[in-house]
């Protein structure tokens, strides 16, 4: 009887797995197939996941143990190098392309393809003026808004801010005598950096402020978006609102002193631009429309730089002879300068060739941004395949960055890769393409080389933890923040 028992318990257990892996897992796949059984081409191959919840276990799993790059290799090894792939993941069915010919017709493609982001950074980051409107109106708006940040004479008039932000943010955190985590500074220097560029001010209070409710802002944008007490989407939501009443005061002052004629002459940044921008019709922007604006462009313009800083003197410091030869371009920059001239200048930040394929390395290398997202307008057919209408498109630049048909030994940090090197369209994509390709690229590499070209004549890192674990989710970072001492070193 016991043995009954036995051989009941085991065929119940077989059946459950049987069940459970060759009908529940499969579930997604078949709905899915049947659902679009009619369309004229089929769906490209892989994996929808378990469910309601998709591929969202693994692909947690691979991202927050520091091994992103497998969700993709497991998709090309079972299913080949056709570089596109369908899967279910942050919610919504999707297809994943990492083939650059493809990632590029996407990228430019503005009529089936629209802004397709997870709904908690779109609810996070709105912006009517940018998103709400005619194609033509958008480029409009656009061309308006990147005017502050683009162009050789633009970039000249930032240097100065940044070069003092810079300098001070160095003296200060060499200054402590207890070891600090680098991103978390870092954040603080392109915070003050960008709020500098964008609004004019050195109000250290409203940077303060802001700094604080922007780090609540950032943990909501990849996560569930449920609106309840309790959840991290709510408390970003009431973060975003605190950051909205605190801009309002800075562009009421703004809209006042243009009005009594207090701030004339040449436009300085873009608060400026932004409260005088018609729309099609002739209607200034409303006070809700400026404020999603500038908090849209300050989420972008700083958690990205500050991990790009963050990851090159990160890399430079594992890497002594890429930091020797980095720091010998910057001292040969200041034996040539002249006797009088005691700032930077942008035809030097210009001469630093090096300096330049250490960023790009950095930016390929460290992926700060693992994907770009857009949704499928209509149904379009890729390469044979169907994208149906409303799906996500996942632009997997990370895959194609780490591909090693594009870049040989690609787990290798080597910045003379880039000499001499024309990167094939759409294998190089850490800003986008297209009409969206990110306005600030220019900026955010100027910010960074600034800061490097201190830091590689005047300190030097001593990291607390160099084998520290790296996480990739939400963003690609130690998972000790890059704890380490910054230490101050005397030049010869």
Known sequence: MEMQWVYICTAALFACYVFVNKFLRRFNGWYYHLKLRNKEYPLPPGDMGWPLIGNLLSFNKNFSSGQPDSFTTNLILKYGRDGIYKTHVCGNPSIIICDPEMCKRVLLDDVNFKIGYPKSIQELTKCRPMIDVSNANHKHFRRLITAPMVGHKVLDMYLERLEDIAINSLEELSSMKHPIELL???????????????MG???????????????????????????????????????????????????????????????????KDLMDILLEIKDENGRKLEDQDISDLLIGLLF?????????????????????????????????ILKIRPASQKRLSLNEVKQMIYLSYVIDEMLRFAN??????????????INGYLIPKGWRVLIWARAIHMDSEYYPNPKEFNPSRWKDYNAKAGTFLPFGAGSRLCPGADLAKLEISIF???FLLNYRLERINPDCPVTTLPQCKPTDNCLAKVIKVSRA
């Open 184 to 198: 978390k500074e870092m954040k603080k220097v392109s915070f003050k950096s960008i709020i500098h560029v964008f």
């Open 452 to 454: 490097l070209h201190y």
């Open 201 to 267: 001010t050195s109000n250290q209070n409203i940077v303060k402020n802001i700094g604080s409710s922007f780090t609540d802002l950032s943990k909501g944008m990849y996560s569930i978006p449920i609106n309840a007490p309790g959840f991290t989407f709510h408390k970003a939501l009431k973060a975003r609102k605190k950051i909205a009443k605190l801009l309002q005061p800075v562009v009421d002052e703004r809209r006042l002193m243009i009005k009594n004629g207090q701030h004339v002459g040449e436009k």
């Open 300 to 332: 972008a313009g700083h958690e990205s730089t500050a991990t790009g800083i963050m990851w090159s003197v990160a890399h430079l410091t594992q890497h002594p002879h890429i930091l020797q030869k980095a720091k010998e371009e910057q001292e040969e």
């Open 368 to 381: 700060i941004a693992f994907s770009i997202f857009r949704e499928a307008t209509s149904d379009v057919n």
